[in-house]
């Protein structure tokens, strides 16, 4: 198994990046003590946990446990494994203003003083920066920006994450609720009302061969396709970690069912992330 380890200044942003790898497919755990890491993962390798990557989040909250981190990670490094270090931080205005909008406590601020609490903290953790693969720095950065560069900085790990979700559906009942992207498939003639394929549905060869032999199918699956591989950069980019395209027909049992199929493969060849619902089928 493979893990990080997000760590960094109380206010930077963990709970974001924790977010954010959540999406791109790790098994998370926030504040877990640094001293039983090695005892979840041995245990999930004993339980045959089918748990590939996992992010660790450890901060300052952790008391008397986050002061073994350093020592932890050692240990870890000692007995194999392997794993990276996130450290965020941001500058000190950033940090007290974030305090202030959310009204929160600054963990170390023991007299009150966000300033002193922030200034106790950088020291506290200047170990572990000067050992973390990764520094990020929140203070100029919006979510999606963020996210973003977290994407490139884990797509050396091929934790690229984005996934695309495509959706049979039939519109009498219903056009799906969490579809980012709509296409009516009414325009093609209905297998529905040939008597040899009425009661095949869209996983049938025949049913497929019939829907993609009308040129317009086949002009529509080629703009379609194009378009939505131009868009996914700028979706990724925005911070979108799943992109769901919705192909509907009248009842959602064949010609919705051949072009989710159809897409599901031509994405697959692509190397994209894939997960097909064949919903009314």
Do not use: W
Not at 6 to 15: A, E, P
Not at 246 to 264: D, E, I, K, P, Y
């Amino acid at each position: 198994m493979d893990f990080i380890i997000v760590t960094g200044l109380s206010g930077s942003g963990k709970s974001q990046a924790m977010n954010c790898l959540e999406d791109l497919g790790f098994y998370c755990i926030d504040n877990l003590p640094p001293a039983l890491i090695k005892n979840f993962i041995d245990l999930a390798v004993q339980d045959k946990m089918k748990i590939e990557k996992a992010a660790f989040g450890i901060d300052i909250r952790g008391g008397e446990f986050f002061d073994d981190l350093k020592k932890g990670l050692e240990e870890l490094k000692e007995a194999g494994m392997r794993f990276k270090v996130l450290f965020l931080e941001a500058s000190d205005e950033v940090l007290i203003r974030r305090y202030k909008e959310t009204r929160r406590v600054h963990p170390l601020a023991t007299d009150g003083s966000i300033p002193d609490g922030i200034a106790r903290e950088r020291e506290k953790l200047m170990d572990i920066r000067k050992v973390a693969d990764y520094i990020v720095d929140t203070s100029m950065m919006k979510v999606a920006q963020f996210h973003e560069e977290l994407r490139n900085i884990l797509s050396s790990d091929e934790a690229t994450g984005f996934t695309i979700t495509i959706q049979s559906f039939g519109y009498k009942h219903g056009i799906p609720l969490d579809a980012d992207i709509v296409f009516d498939l009414r325009f093609i003639p209905n297998p529905y009302y040939l008597p040899s394929l009425r009661n095949l549905t869209g996983n049938s060869q025949k049913v497929r061969d019939y829907v993609m032999k009308f040129p317009q199918t086949r002009n529509f699956v080629d703009k379609a396709y194009a378009m939505i591989e131009e868009l996914i950069p700028f979706y990724i980019k925005e911070g979108k970690a799943n992109l769901v395209l919705a192909f509907g027909c009248t009842g959602g049992q064949h010609r919705s069912v051949a072009m989710a199929n159809l897409f599901t493969e031509m994405f697959q060849e692509a190397g994209r992330r894939i997960l097909t619902i064949h919903r009314d089928l």
